[in-house]
């Protein structure tokens, strides 16, 4: 049951412009999602993140957009740049008395210079 | 201020053995999460610890099991391996075990498992 969905298994985007990150998610109970970025050989590093009663959070390039009413959230890069290129996962957290992260299966963007 | 370390780096076993991988959180960090990665799975969550209880399990079998040390070190065990177990193991750490805010994980580099 994939609870977190990242239906573009890839993005190319050429430097400069914007890069739109898709994730949708089926649990209503879900009260925080995140962003995060991987590189090859490397652990997921923590990119941004937005709570459950938020619609937008900015942070520098990086803007997480929810949509509660579709269970849809997007990132946003603007401007892309070639540092970028990377896989990027989203997350959504459960709280039932513990913490239950679940991923998305990543999407793997491509900046062009 | 160190990050979170996992050890070992890569591992190779063959079927039917049992592994045993450790993961050192970010000092001070008291929850630990455990997750697997295959290729077009993205990660699967496996257990996380805080205070040395498990407070959450993914949908893993129980040969997939772990602990956590007073320390905050933790430890998970695969039993009776099998080929399907070859993943990328990841651990990670977050400072709060609630609220709204500094809920991101902190991630290892991970354990490349290669079961054969």
């Known amino acids: 049951d994939q609870q977190v969905k990242q239906n573009s298994p890839s993005l190319s985007v050429q430097e400069g412009r914007i890069s739109i990150l898709n994730c949708d998610y089926t649990n209503s109970m879900f009260d925080y999602f995140l962003w995060y970025k991987k590189y090859p050989a490397e652990g997921p590093t923590f990119l941004i993140s937005i709570s459950s009663i938020k619609d937008k959070n900015e942070d520098g390039r990086f803007t997480v957009f929810l949509n509660k009413s579709a269970k849809h959230l997007s990132l946003h890069i603007v401007p892309s740049q070639p540092g970028d290129s990377a896989v990027y996962f989203c997350a959504a957290r459960l709280d039932t008395g513990g913490f239950k992260t679940i991923f998305g299966a990543g999407t793997r963007l491509f900046v062009k210079a | 201020k160190a990050g979170v370390t996992q050890t070992p780096r890569y591992l190779i076993k063959t079927r039917g053995q049992q592994v045993t991988l450790s993961c050192s959180p970010i000092s001070g960090h008291r929850s630990v999460s455990w997750y697997q990665q295959t290729p077009g799975q993205g990660l699967q969550f496996l257990f996380e610890y805080f205070s040395e209880t498990q407070r959450n399990k993914g949908n893993f079998p129980g040969r997939f099991s772990g602990r956590q040390f007073s320390n905050s070190r933790s430890e998970m065990n695969v039993s009776t391996l099998e080929l399907g177990d070859s993943a990328l193991y990841l651990c990670?750490?977050?400072?709060?075990?609630?609220?709204?805010?500094?809920?991101?994980?902190?991630f290892g580099p991970g354990t490349r498992l290669t079961v054969l």
């Open positions: 990670a750490s977050s400072l709060l075990a609630g609220g709204t805010t500094g809920n991101e994980q902190f």
